[in-house]
Nanobody, 114 residues
Framework: VQLVESGGGLVHAGGSLTLSCKTS????????MSWVRQAPGKDLDWISG???????FYDNAVKGRFNISRDNAESTLYLQMNNLKPADTATYFC?????????RGQGTQVIVSS
C-alpha cells in the first residue's frame, strides 16, 4: 500500500489549495478513504472521508469549505480547500480507511497566514 500526498503550501487566509493523494498497491475503487490533519502539538483530526458507494463525511470545522472527491480511474483522492483559515494550518494525510486510522502517506504541509 502506497499513498503519496501533494499540493500543500503557504497560502493567505481566504485562499484555496487542492491536495492530491496518489495511491497504489490496493484496489482504490472499492476502498473508503479519508483525510486527516495534525497541527503541531495537537491530536490527529479526521476531517473528511469518502466511501466507494456514496457516503461522505466532513468534520464541522471544514464543512462548507472543503470538498473531498476521488478519481477511481487514476486511483487518486483529492481535497479541495477553500476559504482557508489560520486554524487550518497542519500536516495533511490521506488514509486508507473510513476514519482516522489506517495506512497513510507521508503528509503534505499546509500553512495559512493571517
Amino acid at each position: 500500500v502506497q499513498l503519496v500526498e501533494s499540493g500543500g503550501g503557504l497560502v493567505h487566509a481566504g485562499g484555496s489549495l487542492t491536495l492530491s493523494c496518489k495511491t497504489s498497491g490496493f484496489t482504490f475503487s472499492t476502498s473508503a478513504m479519508s483525510w486527516v490533519r495534525q497541527a503541531p502539538g495537537k491530536d490527529l483530526d479526521w476531517i473528511s472521508g469518502i466511501t466507494s458507494y456514496g457516503p461522505i463525511f466532513y468534520d464541522n470545522a471544514v464543512k462548507g469549505r472543503f470538498n473531498i472527491s476521488r478519481d477511481n480511474a487514476e486511483s487518486t483522492l483529492y481535497l479541495q480547500m477553500n476559504n482557508l483559515k489560520p486554524a487550518d494550518t497542519a500536516t495533511y494525510f490521506c488514509v486508507k480507511s473510513w476514519g482516522p486510522y489506517g495506512p497513510r502517506g507521508q503528509g503534505t504541509q499546509v500553512i495559512v497566514s493571517s
